[in-house]
């Protein structure tokens, strides 16, 4: 079940935190949708996936194995881990030409089991890590991390 925030629906919204019912919501209308395709749907494999955001599309890119294979525009991942190439932040900054070169790392799923979302982001040019917002503290791993329609990242720590 998506968790509900520990502020009240109306407070989040005002502060760009989606409610968890918006998330639950959004959730359904994906899940059915997964489903009518061919095949198993991602969040029924234990496969362990990284995700970014593709900027030209505006979804989720969801990669295995170094190949795109699926865009979304919300996914759920569990058993997360925060990855930056450091090689390729620094020619990013030198550059001033963005590439993929962080994501996150984990296993798709349908639900979590907290209720503290955190905005998480990442920005080569202010740190070498994901961060929370606004606290700008590095996260490396979470429990959860919803990537929501909305092109922001929630992390259950």
Known sequence: MLPSTSLPAEASEIQGIPSASGLRGALAAHASAALSGFGRP??????????????????????????????????????????VQESER????????R????????????ETDGNDLVEIGYNPYFAPTFTSRPGYLAVTSARFVVFSQEGKAYAIV
């Open 99 to 110: 590439n993929v070169h962080a994501w996150v790392v984990g296993v798709p799923c349908w």
């Open 90 to 97: 620094q020619r990013v900054i030198r550059e001033g030409q």
């Open 42 to 83: 991602l969040e029924e494999s234990s496969l362990r996936v990284q995700v970014y955001r593709n900027l030209h599309k505006g979804l989720w890119s969801v990669r295995s194995k170094g190949r795109v294979i699926t865009h979304r525009p919300l996914i759920i991942l569990k058993d997360c881990e925060m990855r």
